[in-house]
């Protein structure tokens, strides 16, 4: 595809690389691309990106620095100090008095933030990490794969799909309105997990030997799985296509409080009040208790003899749980 | 009491965390905790209307509905029921109210139902929330 402010980007660059053959361009095609490393490389870092508009596509690799490739100019600043890529060649030898536009990235304590500088956003990002790093993506109008990342991941979108493929770790992700596409190739030990849409299929494919505490929703849509779930209970409540639901029976009122025996001695007074109020702890604990039972139309079930809390949820879409390998 | 005590303020702690998985662990054990005080519930309150993770504003929903007598809880959560961020939110609030009979939010409901601003799920959802309600 050709836009010709880009290829107009793409001349100035190239004229640039002519003019000023030692500036560290390093162009290819009309795409920018930034290396930037963790400030401790030893321990996993966090990548964190943010978007309006663009899509998100995040890959593993065997190295151990972040690489941005995006048609933006990228601004990026690290220990105070600040580089853009490319550089105007007509600016070179020029101080800038107005803040940089365009791609930023910024890096603190193992925390790499990418976020647009301008008003909507715009181009699309692909980034490579370590295989071990933890992501925090959020996008609103695009979609945000992943492929092959170990770590803490939590991706957001509002509009666009979220497609994550071969991960391990933990996951939590949410797509309002797109589909919520997960394969997780390995777990981490006792995290809970959750996948959610409002308007979008929830399919999740797990290990086989994955251990967990299952709770599956659709309101309206279907549940299906090929997993061996032992159900735990189901309590069947009241939902819009079946507004004739007869209404739940009130709740009983509390029991009386045992009577107190006659006597006037305050030592058995006190002990009188010291088991009403016993008492009446007892009675907030079962009612607090039966509050908890009180629940909906969700399925609850455990894999392999249970786990952590997995939540699958939709609104609108149907929910898949996949037996991996 | 000790153990009691050691267990919430762990559950507290990782309500805070920086990761969502974490905070999710804190909600859920909220659950396994035996006589919350009154800090699991403001936490969790906390939790539901300023979380920056949809999913950890979820579990919070279901993790409030044991102390859906409180009125601090009644009044949060139809406070919560305002913030337009996360539709499905929005959703488990309106199921919470309609399972824990909370007749006095029937008024939000009607507000939302009606709202154009709103998502048109959670209109519909409203809708039925006060039909529900009202019976």
Redesign the interface.
Known sequence: MWHTPKSAAFVAALMGLLLAPSAFVRAQGDTNRVSMPFSDPSRPGTVRVNLFQGSIKVTASTGREVVVTTDETIVTRRDGREAVVPPRPEAIGLRRLTQPSGLQITEENNVMLISSGRFMGGEDLVIEVPVRT?L?LSAFNDEIEVEGVNG?I?V?SMNGEIDLRNVSG?V???A?NGEVRVSLRQLTAD????F????GDVDVTLPASARANLRLRS?QGEVYTDFDVQIQQARP??T?GQ?KVA?APPRPPLPPLPPLPPGSSSKREAEQRERARREL?RQS?E???R??M???TAIYGAINGGG??F?L?T??GDVFLRRGK | VELGEMRQMLTLSLMQQQ???ER??GV?GS?EI??PGNEIVRALLDTLMHDP????R??SV?AL?????RDVVRQGTVQALADSS???VQ?AII?FM???KAKDAVDALRRLSADVAA?E?VR??AA?GV??LN?
Do not use: C, Y
């Open positions: 933890n925090n803490e939590e957001t933990a939590v992700a949410h309002t995290k809970p997990m959750a959610t849409s409002l308007n309101d409540g009241p819009p507004a209404p702890e604990r009612l607090e208790r509050n908890r009180l629940d909906d952590p809390e939540e949820r609104f609108n | 990761s969502a998985t999710l662990r859920s659950l035996d006589q993770n949809v999913n950890v979820l579990a279901d509905r044991r102390f859906s007598e996360f539709p499905l959703i199921d309609v399972e824990t998502n799920a519909g959802r039925w039909q529900q019976l």
